[in-house]
């Protein structure tokens, strides 16, 4: 697997068990619970979680292309975006005080792929 495809699989995984998952799956009380959210707001956490989930489609796009030594611009400038928004976002609401990894991770994820997106023989050079 390539460099690019470790850090594709690694971002699938954490953003599915995180995220995506106890959107969609949580009972509506613990989900209450867990994000504090308000009865009427978890319509929108399972939207929430079925849109994370259509994003963990577009990086798992990325796959194939980058197996096959062709770099995967769209699932890359999409995880871009995104995890540069999501870092901005919970940096200027100062929702990162509850949660300080989720930035730092968010942020690490974007470093990594805009280091892919500048160097991108180098993001499918096989890593094992």
Do not use: C, E, H
């Not at 540069?84 to 690490?108: D, E, H, K, N, Q």
């Amino acid at each position: 697997m390539t460099f690019l495809g470790l850090l594709l699989a690694f971002k699938i995984i954490v953003t599915l068990v995180l995220a995506s998952a106890p959107m969609l799956l949580l009972p509506a009380p613990r989900l209450m619970q867990l994000f504090q959210l308000g009865a009427d707001a978890v319509p929108l956490a399972r939207l929430y979680g079925v849109a994370i989930t259509a994003l963990l489609v577009g990086y798992a796009s990325g796959f194939a292309p980058a197996a096959a030594g062709v770099f995967p611009w769209g699932a890359v400038a999409m995880g871009i975006v995104s995890n540069t928004g999501a870092t901005i976002t919970l940096l200027v609401t100062g929702a990162w005080r509850r949660s300080v990894a989720s930035p730092i991770l968010f942020g690490l994820i974007a470093v990594a792929l805009i280091a892919a997106a500048l160097f991108p023989a180098l993001a499918l050079t096989r890593a094992y």
